[in-house]
């Protein structure tokens, strides 16, 4: 009897870790694509992706992959909007361009994205607060936890127009790796590794002094404080590399090592 008892409990006991191990293994557990991407996903892609444009052939398959891993595992509603599958592509594109050289890396914060048509107010509700601000793009809390709301309209533009280095999209999925890793200097803890923060900080607050003084490109929303100008900056870094490149090579040379860029 005793015997017995042990062996059934040998082998319940081993399969639990098996069953374990595979989990942990596989990160959060997100659920495996039924599909790749159709042809005309991908030619959504190529029109409105710059990043996805630029990668080699093999990247742009794992970036297929990606897209839809995610796509699989967040869903994309419309809060009195209409989504459309290039709706869907560049909020998994904002999801994917600043953890893509992250590759085991699947978001646990989130299962599902809001959009609304344009901007909201504090209490998500279309138009502007009191002070003439909206906002575009948030991640969400309390009761709003494990979702993100983005404006459609600002999606949109963020991927249209390189040259107005802003991408709400990009910008809030840096707030959500924040969210879900903690961080150092405003720096999201996941991108933190091999770099000193010391130094980071020291840069950050002199270009703040210049975006104070009017002597930056880089928009006055970066002056916030640490958090809002990685997100920010990161936005201009991601969509017009040459321009930050050659205007910003100290901050430049740490954005490329914290995304891994430099191959
Ligand atoms: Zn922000």
Redesign the pocket.
């Known amino acids: 009897m005793n015997e017995t008892f042990l062996i059934i409990f040998l082998i319940t006991f081993t399969a639990a870790m098996v069953v374990l191990y595979f989990r942990i293994g596989r990160g959060s557990g997100w659920k495996k694509p039924k599909r790749p991407l159709s042809n005309k996903d991908r030619s959504i892609l190529s029109s409105k992706v710059q990043f996805y444009k630029d990668l080699s052939s093999d990247d742009k398959k794992k970036f297929e992959f990606r897209a839809v891993e995610f796509l699989e595992n967040v869903k994309v509603s419309g809060v009195d909007a209409k989504v459309t599958r290039a709706d869907e592509l560049l909020v998994a594109s904002g999801a994917i361009i600043p953890v893509f050289r992250f590759k085991d890396w699947q978001y646990t914060g989130i299962n599902e994205v809001l959009l609304y048509p344009g901007g909201f107010d504090d209490s998500f509700q279309d138009g502007i607060n009191d002070d003439g601000t909206d906002n575009m793009?948030m991640v969400g809390d309390g009761p709003l936890d494990k979702k993100m709301i983005l404006s459609k309209n600002d999606l949109h533009n963020g991927f249209k127009n390189q040259r107005s280095h802003t991408n709400v999209a990009i910008?809030?999925f840096?707030?959500l790796i924040e969210k879900e890793t903690g961080a150092t200097e405003g720096i999201p803890k996941l991108f933190v590794e091999g770099n000193d923060t010391a130094e980071w900080a020291k840069l950050v607050r002199s270009e703040i002094d210049k975006i104070n003084a009017g002597k930056s490109d880089i928009i006055e929303?970066a002056a916030?404080d640490m958090?809002?100008f990685f997100?920010?900056v990161s936005e201009y870094f991601f969509m017009d590399r040459d321009t930050f490149r050659s205007k910003h090579s100290e901050l430049n040379v740490f954005l490329e090592k914290m995304y891994r860029m430099k191959d």
């Open positions: 793009g910008h809030e840096i707030h929303y916030e958090q809002e997100a920010t």
